[in-house]
């Protein structure tokens, strides 16, 4: 069984999943009408995994009896001055999202809930992933830029 601590931690991070889905779709429909549907595809991609993510944790929460709560998600950014901003604004998102999950494992190993720790342990790792191919594409739009 989860610690309602932990409960509560775990539905605030499938909230900050959601809004990580409605984000990428919100970027997808501005890359949409500047016509850049390559750009849009990829931020369609990421929101269905982001959606995905938030999933596994509703998944997780049930599989240890506890109660998953949905919350508002909040109105995300509409516009952005080019695509690299949107992409830097990514960037920026994934790295709050490090910061999340790092502050979930952080509230596991204090808890000792290594069942938590253990699948947290996917999300450390993927968010090394994400960084890395969100940088990836803004390192590439600032050489572009040159």
Known sequence: MLSDKMEKALNGQINEELYSS?????????????????????????????????????????????????????????????????????LNHEQHITGCINDLMNLALAEKDHATAALLQWYVNEQVEEEANVDSIVQKLKMAEK
């Open 22 to 90: 409605y984000l990428y779709l919100a970027m997808a429909a501005w890359f949409e009408s500047e016509n850049l549907p390559g750009c849009a595809a990829w931020m369609q991609a990421q929101a269905r995994e982001e959606n995905g993510h938030a999933l596994k944790f509703f998944k997780y929460i049930n599989e240890r009896r506890g109660r998953v709560t949905l919350q508002a998600i909040k109105e995300p950014t509409k516009e952005w001055k080019s695509p690299l901003a949107a992409f830097e604004a990514s």
